[in-house]
């Protein structure tokens, strides 16, 4: 993956970032949203979480210009808002993870 111009336009916005990421429930929501735009109720189900939590955790992601939204009828769909992002996520989780299954899935099943 080669990047023509950076994804954040100074240090403190990528230290923002990097702390946004730190959280594992935004990393997983981020790593959902890689397979295609969700309604808060989807993310919540997946990830075995109340719809505020998820929505709180969305409006930091929508607020650092890491996601965004639209409306599809009732429901607002939420998506990766750039494809460079897009990008650094998949690489992120391909090299990163041992499995395709997040870390907080993962302590789910095990009962921890």
Request: charged share 25%; glycine share 6%.
């Amino acid at each position: 993956m080669q990047l023509t111009e950076p994804i954040f336009d100074n240090i403190n916005d990528l230290a923002g970032f990097l702390r946004l990421i730190g959280n594992p429930l935004r990393l997983e929501i981020l790593f959902d949203l890689l397979k295609g735009p969700c309604c808060v109720c989807e993310l919540a189900e997946k990830l075995e979480q109340r719809q505020p939590c998820i929505s709180q955790h969305l409006m930091l992601l929508r607020k650092m210009g890491l996601v965004d939204s639209h409306h599809d009828g009732w429901k607002r769909s939420y998506y990766i808002s750039s494809e460079k992002l897009k990008h650094c996520l998949e690489y992120m989780q391909a090299s990163w993870l041992s499995t395709n299954n997040t870390v907080i899935s993962s302590k789910r099943k095990n009962g921890n």
